[in-house]
RNA sequence: GCUCCCGUAGCCUAGCCUGGUUUGAGCGUCCGGCUGAUAACCGGAAGGUCACCGGUUCAAAUCCGGUCGGGAGCACCA
């Protein structure tokens, strides 16, 4: 049976009674109960970082997940929803770490791992259930109860089989390299890890002595910091040199630079002329020895140690020569190989100066710039100084600049399997086609070995023990970890627990574990085998594995997208999802990103407070395809609640007349109907169909925004603004004659409300599920419903094109009488319809006859001949007469309809039921109630009157008076007693 | 320097793959209308060098090449 909805279509009250019928009756899992039959589908969710609060972007990929998880299930799948969560890592410690009140991690031992992990942990813990809470507000239906978690024991024992494959293959190697360094976390970092904004720095030369001359070569550097760990100059062995002799606000100088570069040097230098001594190559220059420009003890000596070398990375800028620091630069360690010369790194995880350079120990370097530089001016070998604004890495989480230093990390040798991950990207299907083509290709080609390691707490422990001899073991599952001393039967396995584990080595010494963490980037990339409870059961790998489908931002083609196919490679041969689709941000309204320090934030929980979470979500889906970014417009949300609104407005139309006619959808069927239909039933049946095929090819090709945009003109254009206008006389004709033809209406209006239903209930879950339930839907919820597949044989093109080509007359006919000034009330002589397209438009005669208002509609081969009150209009395939002329009958109707409208706003305003009976009483002047005269029976019938009479001084429960064309008409209306 | 995406009205965009009426919508603005869905709704008007230049073609917003601008990523940043 029908029920009316409520007249006002208010979202979050509704949505939070829809949230509460699906919790206390257990929608959610019915629903997944109902199609655990069909065929299993594995969706695997990217886990988002525990922040605490929902974003828009976020919101947007839940939202496009939702949507596909609930038109797959309408499909008859079996989706596997579990989501997850990304717990582990920086972000957490470091808010951690401001809560408890320490800043280091010397203060992190003190406070006790243990109590920090802990805290940690119950810290993300915390979040992740914020953050569930707002994504179940969306409406976003996945496994709530069971997500996966990186911080879980399983999720880490994945992990580490992971890291246990790819050391068995070759793939996890212990290396000594320089690396991005962040000195407050005291951990390595990731290029990922690393934010660049500008930064002040020191630009100076400095003069290093060439030994046993009276020369020097002469440096550029921003760092002046790493010169006492100089160990070389680099030059590039095919660039030209010059021995210049300058007279500098410092003295007389000979300085040996790039020929090309002696302007700026001099420039730099503050002298104007120079004179050119000698000239050679850079490779003449190599093995030139100076003076270092510190003096540190314990550097041994080398062949090689402060002597000129070559390198072809040596740019045509600046000096042309480059200081070298083997400890301090990726590409100065790699020349320092070449030359035998061993990093030189007298600078501690803290950032700090060590004993290994006493001139500055326990100073922080960056902080040391300065007193070095006047050490240099002292001893007349700054050449020059200047400061220089440039890009410069700030670690991702606590913005401190970082620095280069060499360590020993654990790499990933990505290097190694590049082409297999080449093959796979290939392999899978990516939306959009250059998702994968392009970006993911251009993003793994260039990729480097990927270092795991950080020197952190709040991680996956690396499960990687050794031995003082060298033995290396590699933990690949608690099966084997439990062979080892200190294991306890279910531990947790993060440190500092892990730490006390420790395995005895063949050669009779003790196996102590590695004491880094892994990268988090790392955790989410095995949830694919992770979440399914691999390695410890195989069968969830074995029923559900690998993914069919994943999707998130575009930023993951370097985050998620990577790790997994990384991991995949190296664990099963591939990548671990068949399909992957790429969505973009939603930025502000200028295009800028969203962020805190911009305060041009739009928060997700406000929308649904406002217009609830189904505007939200289809305002976000259908203002772009998937994978652009969107400029986030403030009046987006309301436009999209205004199609949500008009849809509310229509089934609010239907149910009420549906609901007092007792009209039952379930005692018809399209066949049952097929006599009784109009052919604009038939008319909005086809675009029904239309609209159904399009939307199901949209959600196929991942183009949501165009299924959006399908609803929304059906909704708009074909449901509301067309066929509800057409079929109103039908709802409120009354008498058994017109049975039939209402219910061919009530059918129809039926059909094509249900059908927008289960279209737009993936998009809007709560508005359809609402409608569902008041329009007699059968099941429990409308998301147990199977997806509304269309009849191509009811779609009727020829019947649509009659129809637009009446609506594109009513057009007309309305433009013309707004210029000539004509009411649409009041009716028109009559219309002439030129032209071979008449034929067309026949087939709707009574429609257009109703819509344009007009009493007589004649077709024609050609233009009727000229006259006043003729007005013509040229379209599309015609042209259109339109006769203006008022006759003493069209004058009268006109008159009554006038009246009717007044009455009817009267018994509007008297909030009377639609079903009431009324009695009125009209004055007017003497003419006009002549021609209303014989109009009095229509007007009663309409305004549903006993009586109608006209007479000098109207009474009744409401008396007005009204203004009819320059006329003045009191009309008195009474409630009838019934 | 390299790669990718984007550029259509004041704003946000559709159309581009697959060339073909006068480039469509929405928001905003102005004017009007309608109203037994009504704290709604509808129509009209103004507003476009389809970023620019060149090419292919009978025909280019659409295909090709280049330029400029915006964004993202990579490399570099001693």
């Known amino acids: 049976m029908i029920k009316q909805v409520r007249p006002n279509y208010d979202a979050p009250i509704m949505e939070k009674e829809i949230l509460e019928f699906w919790d206390s009756n257990g929608i959610y899992e019915k629903t997944v109960a109902h199609r655990e039959n069909g065929e299993d589908f594995y969706f695997l969710d990217g886990p988002p970082y525990t922040t605490g609060s929902v974003h828009l972007g976020t919101a947007l990929n839940k939202t496009i997940k939702d949507v596909l998880i609930r038109y797959w299930r309408m499909r008859g799948r079996n989706v596997r929803d579990q989501p ?74 994945a992990a580490w089989w992971t890291l246990s494959e790819a050391y068995r293959n070759g793939l996890l190697v212990r290396d000594n390299r320089v690396l991005t360094w962040c000195h407050r976390c005291e951990t390595a970092l990731a290029e990922a890890e690393i934010e660049y904004w500008d930064e002040d720095d020191p630009s100076v030369m400095v003069e290093f002595p060439v030994v046993g001359g009276d020369r020097s070569l002469l440096i550029w550097t921003t760092t002046p910091w790493t010169l006492p760990s100089n160990m070389a100059v680099a030059a590039h062995p095919e660039f030209s040199y010059a021995l210049a002799a300058m007279e500098t606000s410092g003295g007389a100088k000979k300085v040996i630079v790039l020929e090309s570069a002696l302007a700026e040097v001099a420039k730099a230098g503050g002298c104007e002329k120079w004179e050119i001594l000698d000239r050679m190559t850079g490779a003449d220059l190599e093995g030139m020895e100076y003076e270092p420009p510190f003096a540190v003890p314990g550097l041994e000596k080398t062949q090689w140690l402060h002597k000129v070398v070559l390198a072809d990375y040596v740019e045509e800028g600046n000096t042309g020569l480059v200081h070298t620091a083997p400890g301090f630069g990726p590409d100065d360690f790699e020349t320092g190989k070449k030359y035998g010369l061993e990093p030189f790194c007298p600078v501690g995880e803290d950032g700090r100066f060590t004993d290994g350079f006493p001139m500055m120990e326990g100073k922080k370097v960056r902080g ?61 299907k990516w939306v959009p086609d250059w998702a994968g083509s392009s970006r993911e290709r251009n993003w793994v080609e260039g990729a480097r070995d990927w270092c795991i390691t950080r020197q952190r707490y709040w991680g996956i422990p690396l499960p990687v023990w050794e031995c003082g001899c060298g033995e290396t073991r590699v933990v690949g599952s608690f099966e084997e970890l439990s062979n080892g001393d200190g294991y306890t039967e279910g531990m947790d396995p993060h440190r500092p627990w892990i730490d006390g584990v420790t395995f005895r080595c063949e050669c009779g010494g003790t196996m102590i574990r590695v004491g880094d963490v892994l990268d988090v980037w790392f955790d989410s990339g095995v949830a694919g085998w992770a979440g399914l409870g691999w390695p410890s059961g195989k069968d969830g790998l074995e029923r559900w594995w690998p993914a069919r489908f994943i999707v998130e931002a575009h930023d993951q083609t370097r985050g998620w997208f990577y790790s997994q196919l990384a991991a995949g490679v190296i664990s099963f041969d591939r990548a671990p999802y068949d399909e992957v689709m790429m969505h973009g941000w939603i930025l502000d309204n200028k295009g800028q990103k969203m962020s805190k320090s911009r305060g041009n934030v739009v928060d997700p929980m406000d929308l649904a407070k406002d217009v609830g979470a189904d505007s939200m979500r289809f305002c976000l889906l259908k203002a772009n395809a998937p994978w652009e970014d ?25 149910s009420t007349y549906m609901n007092i006619d007792g009209y039952d959808p ?97 998009f809007c879950p709560f508005i359809s599920e609402e409608v569902y339930g008041h329009m007699g839907g059968t099941l429990e919820s409308i998301h147990m419903e199977d997806w509304p ?24 006919v309305a433009a013309e009488r707004q210029k000539m000034g004509s009411k649409l009330r009041w009716p028109l002589k009559a219309i002439y319809v030129v032209g071979p397209e008449g034929g067309k438009v026949r087939t709707f005669d009574r429609v257009l006859a109703q819509q344009a208002n007009v009493k007589s509609i004649e077709y024609v081969d050609a233009a009727p001949s000229p006259r006043k009150d003729l007005v013509g209009t040229n379209y599309a395939s015609g042209a259109v007469f339109i006769d203006f002329e008022v006759t003493p009958d069209i004058l009268a109707e006109s008159y009554a309809r006038e009246i009717i409208r007044r009455i009817q706003q009267m018994r509007k305003d008297m909030s009377l039921n639609v079903e009431d009976f009324i009695n009125c009483e009209i004055d007017a002047e003497g003419e006009v109630v002549e021609l209303c005269a014989q109009w009095v029976e229509h007007i009663s019938g309409e305004v549903r009157a006993l009586n109608l009479v006209f007479c000098d001084s109207p009474g009744g429960d409401e008396v007005r008076s009204w203004e009819i064309m320059d006329g003045e008409v009191v009309i008195g209306v009474s409630k009838a007693a019934m």
């Open 84 to 157: 997850g969560f990304d717990m582990h890592g920086l972000p957490i410690e470091v808010q951690v770490e401001k809560k408890i009140g320490v800043r280091s991690k010397q203060q992190i031992e003190e406070y006790g791992i243990g109590r920090f992990v802990e805290t940690c942990s119950a810290f993300a813990k915390g979040l992740m259930n914020d953050m569930t809470l707002q994504f179940k507000r969306l409406g976003v239906w996945m496994d709530w109860n069971n997500p996966y978690r990186t911080l879980d024991p399983q999720f880490i024992e």
């Open 368 to 428: 040391s710039n300065e007193a070095l530089l006047e050490d240099l001016d002292s001893r007349g070998l700054l050449f020059s100084s200047a400061r220089l604004r440039h890009r410069y890495g700030h670690c991702w989480r606590c913005k401190s600049p970082i620095i280069f230093r060499n360590t020993d990390q654990w790499f990933v040798k990505v290097t190694d399997i590049k082409g297999r991950m080449l093959d796979e990207i290939d392999r899978v």
């Open 630 to 654: 969107t400029a986030f417009q403030k009046e987006m949300p309301r436009n999209a609640r205004k199609v949500l609104n008009t849809y509310w407005n229509v089934v609010n139309f239907a």
């Open 666 to 762: 379930s005692a018809h069927t399209m066949e049952s109907m097929s006599v009784d239909f109009r052919d604009e039933d038939l008319w909005m049946v086809s675009r029904t169909e239309a609209m159904k095929r399009d939307v199901e090819n949209a959600l196929e090709s991942r183009e949501l925004h165009r299924a959006c945009r399908s609803l929304e003109n059906y909704i708009l254009e074909d449901l509301s603004r067309w066929y509800v206008r057409l079929v109103r006389d039908r709802t409120w004709a009354e008498g058994g004659d017109v049975v039939a033809d209402k219910n061919a209406s009530y059918f129809t209006l039926h059909y094509a409300i249900m059908n927008a239903a289960l279209a737009l209930a993936p």
């Open 789 to 812: 597949g269309h009849d191509p044989g009811l779609i009727n093109v020829g019947l649509e094109e009659s129809m637009a080509a009446v609506q594109e007359i009513v057009e007309i």
